[in-house]
């Protein structure tokens, strides 16, 4: 979802340039309310299992 991937960039820039960092922190990403294409997108990453021991 490239319009996805392009409006969490735009609104993480504009928050890093209002709160003068300008610099794209994960704490800005972390920030950004996602659109409904994005969430449906997103499948956490699976817990990994420990090998035999």
């Not at 340039?17 to 994005?38: P, W, Y």
């Amino acid at each position: 979802m490239i319009g996805s991937l392009d409006q969490l960039i735009h609104e993480a820039a504009n928050d890093a340039i209002t709160d003068g960092t300008e610099k794209i922190t994960k704490k800005h990403l972390d920030a950004v309310i996602l659109d409904v294409a994005a969430q449906a997108q997103f499948t956490p990453p699976r817990p990994r299992r420990a090998g035999p021991q």
